[in-house]
């Protein structure tokens, strides 16, 4: 993985939080993920600075506060952006709409696998 130092200027660290759902009628603080990623001026994904810089680009999912899973952002040749964490598909999760969702604070974005969708807000995006 890339230093910070030798990071792209474009590159942001993300927080998203578990947002209000069934199981979770208050949100969740202690669920989640931190992403490693590079945004553009309006804070959306910046596809030709991941294309230069994909190995950087970093997803880790949290559960209580621990570390459940590390991964990477990746794109498929369709242009849909999933986090890939294993080799093969079967633990892939897909960013609904990702590329076209905006990494600002209180916003939100679904993540999920198959037909099972959850909603995270946007709770930090800074510099690594």
Known sequence: MAET???APAFRHVRLLLARDKGHPDGDREEGYDLL???DREGFLDPHEWKKSQE??????????ETVR??????????????????GDRDDEI??????????LGEYVSVGQGHEFHTYWVARVEKP
């Open 5 to 7: 130092r030798e990071l």
């Open 37 to 39: 990623l590079p945004l």
């Open 56 to 65: 950087s680009c970093r997803v880790r999912y949290f559960q209580k506060g």
């Open 70 to 87: 590390i991964g990477r952002l990746r794109r498929k040749p369709g242009g849909q952006w999933y986090f890939d964490y294993e080799q």
């Open 95 to 104: 960013g609904f709409r990702l590329g076209e969702e905006c990494f600002r």
